[in-house]
Each structure stands twice: as structure tokens, then as C-alpha cells.
């Protein structure tokens, strides 16, 4: 049996089921929205007076605020649900070929934490859009290790959390720098001046989130370690550490910057991502 050349793989990816690849893309797009408005809120704390920084939750409350804030908060909370059944199919089905090795479970357990994550996220949105509640997101971490720590074997549980927190961050890290995200778009379909947005964007956009990310699993760890829920932060934790270290301000722009350009990369990549679920013959 011949090798399927790359054309028929794409032409077998763009048969995929409609709704699956639809709500993806769109999950794509809207996550690339929550991280680029992180990265604007992340880069005015460090430059500007009495600023404070914020992860998931308060970025959905700053969209909130804006003209328009509600439709927006909508569209997010909606395209997120697409993202996390994506995730949930990544996870599962793995799709995307990542395999059964101790870096496949790794990074398949990362998309299933991912989904549990931004499930509270897209429901925080839709609660913030419809005035029903608060945003959440900023406190998921510290919800989520207590609900750990009340389980036998808890604090075993929290600090294998971390642990594989720290290596999906490396591992966003090093594809970050060594561009392999590069994979996931169907290229033939970007021209030169996409392709090279992408490549940069997600080069340093990836390798910000995979440094942030690997401080999250660092507070897991040390929740286990103190017994205390209160040491989990997520993002906004995270990146209000490091606007506490010595040049914090300068590291806390870069950071920024970087999350502005994974929301860059994550919206192109909902643009142009292979998706090859569901297709005929699967």
C-alpha cells in the first residue's frame, strides 16, 4: 500500500466532521483572546502606577467592563466549550499522534487538566456575560488542591499535579524553541507573511507560557510539601511572583509580551490547524 501524500492527508483532514473541527478553531481563537488580554493587562501592571496583575478571571472581568464586554464575553464563553471538547478528544483520542510513552501521558494528561481548567473559565464568562456570578479562574488552583488535599492520598495527588504541570511546561517550552508547533498548521494554506507570524509568535509565545506554567506546577509542589491549599496559584499568581523577583518589572513586560503573542499564535493555529478527528475511515 502506497504512503498517502501530504495533499491527501489534508484533503482527509478537511473531511472531519464539521462540528468537531468548527468548535475547535473557535475554542482556538477564543483562548488566543483570554491570553492576549493577560498579556495587555500583565505588560500595563508593569509599566504603569498601581497596577496589578491578573490571570483568566480577571481578564474575563476587564472584558466585562469594556463597550461590548458582554457580546464579547458570550462568544468567548461559547468558543471555549469548543476548546475544552477539543481537549477532551486530544486527550482521549489523541488525534494529534502524541502516543502512550511517559511524554505522551504527559502531555495528554496536560489536555485533560486543560479541559477541567477552561471548563471553569467558559463558565465564568457565560456567568459574568448573563450577570449571574463572578468570573472564576483565579482561584481554580487553590479549589482544586483543596478538593485534592480531603482525598486519601492527597497530598501525593497535589504534588503529581505539580510534577506534570512542570512537564507539560517544558514541554511547551522546548516546542516552543524548537519550533515544532510549526506541525500543527496546514501550511500550504498561509501565504509568507502568516507563516512568519506564526513562527514567531508561537516560538515566543509558547516559551512564555511554558516558563509560567512550569511556576504554577512549582506552587503545586510546594502545596504539597506545606499542606496548605493557599500556596496553589494559577496564572495570575504566577506572574505576580514575578513581578516581585529583582528586575521584575522588565521580566514581567517580557512575559507580557510573550502572552500577547501566544494569543497571536492561538489564533492563527485556530485558523490553520490540522485537524485530522473524525475523518472517514477512523
Known sequence: MSTPSKAQAVDK?????????????????SKGIVYGMIGVLAALAAVGP????????????????????????????????????WDFIKALKDPENEGKDAKGIIRRTGFFIS???YA???????????HTGKAGGDDTEKILSGKLMEQPYGVWLIGL??????????????????????RKFITTDMNATERKVARISGKVGLMA??????????FFIQTAYSHNPEQSEGLGGALSELANQPY?????????????LFGIYQIILGRYQYMNFGHKGK
Do not use: C, D, H
Open 120 to 130: 471553569n473559565l467558559a463558565f465564568g464568562a457565560i456567568k459574568l456575560a448573563s
Open 50 to 85: 498601581g497596577g496589578e496583575t491578573t490571570g483568566t478571571g480577571g481578564a474575563l472581568q476587564s472584558i466585562a467592563e469594556m463597550p461590548f464586554g458582554e457580546v464579547v464575553l458570550w462568544i468567548i464563553g461559547i468558543g471555549l466549550i469548543g476548546s475544552i471538547l
Open 209 to 218: 507560557r511554558g516558563l509560567v506554567l512550569n511556576m504554577v506546577g512549582f
Open 13 to 29: 483532514i478537511r473531511e472531519a466532521k464539521p462540528w468537531v473541527r468548527r468548535f475547535g478553531r473557535f475554542g482556538s481563537m
Open 161 to 182: 499535579l505539580g510534577v506534570i504541570i512542570i512537564g507539560y511546561g517544558l514541554t511547551e517550552f522546548f516546542n516552543g524553541a524548537k519550533e515544532k508547533f510549526m
Open 248 to 260: 521584575g518589572q522588565y521580566l514581567l513586560i517580557i512575559v507580557s509580551l510573550g502572552f500577547i
Open 115 to 117: 479541559a477541567i481548567i
